[in-house]
T-cell receptor
Framework: GAGVSQSPSNKVTEKGKDVELRCDPI?????LYWYRQSLGQGLEFLIY????????KSGLPSDRFSAERTGGSVSTLTIQRTQQEDSAVYLC???????????FGPGTRLLVL | GDSVTQMEGPVTLSEEAFLTINCTYT??????LFWYVQYPGEGLQLLLK?????DKGSNKGFEATYRKETTSFHLEKGSVQVSDSAVYFC????????????FGKGTSLLVTP
């Protein structure tokens, strides 16, 4: 079946612009996770959803970052007023209910100039 | 909070050599432990996992045993191949953080013919 998909695969933006990153989880998976992979910080957890609810937003690096999930499916990660340190690969993963294996998407490579 | 420490790389081995990548963790409660692998140009894939103490995860000739007494989950393979060249990430998940994955910094492995 279809895996986790993310769009766009690559995004180049100018400092100060807003960007939206999209994640389509595996159908039927109620848990969805966002991570960031960068050279300096390794793999960092950002936020997770159980259904449409995000119980813990403490992993978001700053208030410029926000995320939502609608219909228990698609999720969008929004970065406002992007900074160069936001450059990274943003990864999305889903799992059936949360405690099981997480399946990762291919990521969105974000470059902020 | 929870954390994962894994040995620094890069690790360079000749084909058919024995591989060990060390991983230790700090966590409250009863975490699950994972090894993920990232092959060049590809996304993160689950390699193996263990959900309770003394469990052994295995896949593709790789093994790791969940040792609660030493808080370790070392990855081993008896005879590596060139195709095993990749970055390996140790990770844990815990119910108190919605099962979000907490990753180590990754160990790059290069296997030469």
């Amino acid at each position: 079946g279809a895996g986790v998909s993310q769009s766009p695969s690559n995004k180049v933006t100018e400092k100060g612009k807003d960007v939206e990153l999209r994640c389509d989880p595996i159908s039927g998976h109620t848990a969805l996770y966002w991570y960031r992979q960068s050279l300096g910080q390794g793999l960092e957890f950002l936020i997770y959803f159980q259904g449409n609810s995000a119980p813990d937003k403490s992993g978001l690096p700053s208030d410029r970052f926000s995320a939502e999930r609608t219909g228990g499916s698609v999720s969008t990660l929004t970065i406002q007023r992007t900074q160069q340190e936001d450059s990274a690969v943003y990864l999305c993963a889903s799992s059936p209910r949360g405690m099981e294996t997480q399946y990762f998407g291919p990521g969105t490579r974000l470059l902020v100039l | 909070g929870d954390s994962v420490t894994q040995m620094e790389g890069p690790v360079t081995l000749s084909e058919e050599a024995f591989l060990t990548i060390n991983c230790t963790y700090t966590a409250t409660g009863y975490p699950s432990l994972f090894w993920y692998v990232q092959y060049p140009g590809e996304g993160l894939q689950l390699l193996l996992k263990a959900t309770k103490a003394d469990d052994k995860g295995s896949n593709k000739g790789f093994e790791a045993t969940y040792r609660k007494e030493t808080t370790s989950f070392h990855l081993e393979k008896g005879s590596v191949q060139v195709s095993d060249s990749a970055v390996y990430f140790c990770a844990l998940s815990n119910s108190n953080s919605g099962y979000a994955l907490n990753f180590g910094k990754g160990t790059s492995l290069l296997v030469t013919p």
